[in-house]
């Protein structure tokens, strides 16, 4: 399992430093040209993004409006030849000053160009009306 968990770990690695940073094109290179990445919020606000072009827009938009982004904890908690299983817990402050964190559950599927093919994720996201930078650890 460790060549598993290390090719998918850096995997994880690229496109969390690209989101941690901002830079859209570094994470949309993360992703196959027809990648399906699916979110899913437990309380009902689940997306479903299909190519690059959408997760272009989608991270974009992030990046505009996400501040102060934090990666807290992040594990691969098992891998195989097919796919992992990640947790990562972020947090950020949106442009309006509200703080947000999210733990998340992410399985995903690589091509052999180690590019992201197909994205799952299960999420829970935390929002406070605090001011930044206060989320309990």
């Known amino acids: 399992m460790g060549k598993q968990k290390d090719r998918y770990g850096k995997w994880a690695e690229t496109e969390m430093n690209a989101w941690l940073s901002g830079d859209v094109e570094a994470s949309v290179a993360c ?12 309380f009902g606000d689940d997306t479903i993004i299909q190519g690059s072009e959408a997760i272009r827009t989608a991270y974009a938009d992030k990046a505009a409006n996400w501040q102060n982004k934090q990666l807290i ?9 097919e796919q992992p299983i990640f947790h990562a817990w972020k947090s950020w402050t949106t442009v309006e000053g509200k703080e947000k964190a999210c733990t998340y559950i992410q399985i995903v599927k690589l091509d052999r160009k180690n590019r992201c093919t197909e ?6 996201v935390k929002v406070r009306d605090e001011e930044a930078g206060k989320i309990e650890k």
């Open 31 to 42: 992703y196959s040209d027809d990648c399906t990445r699916i979110s899913v919020n437990p």
């Open 73 to 81: 904890s992040f594990e691969v908690l098992s891998a195989n030849k």
């Open 119 to 124: 994205y799952r994720e299960w999420n829970v």
